[in-house]
């Protein structure tokens, strides 16, 4: 699939990967703050933003989309940088073409299968009800994005998680509101985006000597303490950084620290 992007400065090739629910417009304020170094590639990956719509929504496909691009571009040794479902993506496509990229940088998320969590806060449970908000709102009966919000609300209590959704509302020609977000193929690919992977199986196939960060939040669920000695064997060459009072978002909660822990890693400042 021929992904949508906006590209930004000049130099060796930075491409930011997304996550569920986002798209690359999300990523501005990180790609202006790198793009002074780097040719910062902003992909809208499929199914989300003005990427087209497909059925399938595999690790597969997305990583594929990733290839294409890079081949399609005449990308050579970019460095990749994934949050959460993006995170998955760079991961599998570091799995099916190990010598491509130079360097990973993966934002809180983990390989593990979030689909056997089991917790007060079930990640699994978090995301089909926002999945299951989307398609239950009547979004023909709305006039404004005000009253969206209102309908988001009877399902999800969270003000920021429900701002966030507002940006993938687009309107139609006749006026009429409609989700960017191929909602039913996230829908119907939700144990696949959740899955993890099988690190025994895998590990051996990722080019050992490639340079990886991972940047979790602080305050997030997504990449506990448990998790780390699996990053570690499926990434030898690992570095981890927390980031203090951050959730999930980190990009968008600490974006000074954020940018700052990127850079260090990147050689742009000691």
């Given at each position: 699939?021929?992904l949508?992007?906006?590209v930004l400065?000049?130099?060796?090739d930075?491409?930011?990967?997304?996550?569920?629910?986002?798209?690359?417009?999300n990523?501005?304020?990180?790609?202006?703050?790198?793009?002074d170094?780097?040719?910062?590639?902003?992909i809208?990956?499929?199914?989300h933003?003005?990427?087209?719509?497909?059925?399938?929504?595999?690790?597969?496909?997305?990583?594929?989309?990733?290839?294409e691009?890079i081949?399609?571009?005449?990308?050579?040794s970019?460095i990749?940088?994934?949050?959460s479902m993006g995170?998955?993506?760079?991961m599998?496509?570091s799995?099916f073409?190990?010598e491509?990229?130079?360097?990973?940088i993966?934002?809180?998320?983990?390989?593990?299968?979030?689909?056997?969590?089991?917790?007060p806060?079930?990640?699994?449970?978090?995301?089909l009800?926002?999945?299951?908000?989307?398609?239950?709102?009547d979004?023909?009966?709305?006039?404004?994005r005000?009253?969206?919000?209102?309908?988001?609300?009877?399902?999800?209590r969270?003000?920021?998680?429900?701002?966030?959704?507002?940006?993938s509302?687009d309107?139609e020609k006749?006026?009429?509101?409609k989700?960017?977000?191929?909602?039913?193929?996230?829908s119907?690919y939700?144990?696949?985006?959740m899955?993890?992977?099988?690190?025994?199986?895998?590990?051996?196939?990722i080019?050992?000597?490639?340079?990886v960060?991972f940047?979790?939040?602080?305050?997030?669920?997504?990449v506990?303490?448990e998790?780390l000695?699996k990053?570690?064997?499926?990434?030898p060459?690992?570095?981890?950084?927390?980031?203090?009072?951050s959730g999930?978002?980190?990009?968008?909660?600490k974006p000074e620290?954020?940018?700052?822990?990127?850079?260090?890693?990147?050689g742009?400042?000691?």
């Open positions: 699939m021929k949508f992007s906006k400065g000049e130099g060796q930075l491409i930011i990967l997304h996550g569920l629910y986002g798209a690359g417009d990523w501005l304020t990180v790609a202006r703050q790198l793009s170094n780097f040719k910062v590639h902003l809208d990956q499929r199914n933003g003005s990427s087209a719509h497909a059925k399938d929504h595999s690790y597969l496909a997305l990583a594929g989309d990733l290839k691009y081949e399609d571009n005449n990308i050579k970019p990749l940088l994934g949050h995170g998955k993506t760079v599998w496509f799995i073409n190990p491509v990229a130079s360097k990973l993966i934002v809180d998320i983990s390989p593990v299968n979030y689909s056997q969590i089991s917790t806060s079930s990640l699994i449970e978090q995301h009800n926002i999945v299951n908000a989307m398609r239950l709102v979004l023909t009966v709305c006039k404004t005000n009253d969206i919000d209102g309908e988001l609300a009877a399902y999800i969270s003000d920021k998680i429900r701002q966030f959704l507002l940006k509302i309107r006749d006026g009429a509101f989700w960017k977000l191929n909602v039913n193929a996230i119907n939700l144990p696949e985006i899955k993890g992977i099988d690190i025994e199986k895998y590990a051996s196939q080019n050992p000597q490639i340079p960060l940047i979790r939040g602080e305050l997030s669920d997504y506990p303490d998790d000695d990053i570690n064997k499926l990434y060459q690992v570095e981890i950084e927390t980031i203090l009072g999930h978002w980190i990009h968008a909660e620290a954020f940018i700052l822990v990127v850079k260090r890693f990147l742009l400042i000691e």
